[in-house]
């Protein structure tokens, strides 16, 4: 394992921690983007990966980048060697894959940006693994077997710490961080689209307050 890979996985560990959920958010509208990292940023949650699935979600990226203090925008459906570099000059701190193939790893390792690649087996992870990546996001989490899963995934693999995102609700939220090898989960439920659309931030911030409430194992 390259120490600069390592180097960047600290960072990307520190992100995980700094709250127990990270807000998962698509942005339709680009003038949604910085009213709605302020919203989460006031609720104490900074770590906001916006999703590369709008035509906005770049421009989304480089307005929050500069102009919400406190946040921590990051570019998740990372699909590509493209996606990685575009994210990067956005001003993104961090990017996030729903799987892994061989052309992100290489792209990965030659980008300052960190990275958390997506696993859902155990195979995946110990490939993920072996190239360096003991920080992981397992997805899609609910479908894919839960926190029972990552549970058993203990037990072989204590040393990989997933951010598991998928189908994740606030109630089930508990059920994955108690996990020994869960430092945090991605989280839409703090951005509905029913909120986003009537712009009413303080509901969210009020979301944002309470998923930082939430404990962890």
Known sequence: ?????EQKQQQIESTMRLAPVIAVVVIERLADAVPLAQALVAGGIRAIEIT?????ALDAIRAVAADVEGAVVGAGTILSPQDLQAAENAGARFAVSPGITPTLFAAAQDIALPYLPGSASASEAMLLLE???RLQKFFPAEV????PYLRALSGPLPQVKFCPTGGISVTKAASYLALSNVLCV???WLTPAELVNAGDWAAITTLA????????G
């Open 1 to 5: 394992m390259s120490s600069a890979i």
């Open 186 to 188: 991605g989280g839409s």
């Open 131 to 133: 190239h360096g990546y």
């Open 144 to 147: 894919a077997g839960g926190a």
């Open 52 to 56: 590369l699935r709008s035509k906005v």
């Open 209 to 216: 307050r309470d998923a930082c409430n939430l404990p962890r």
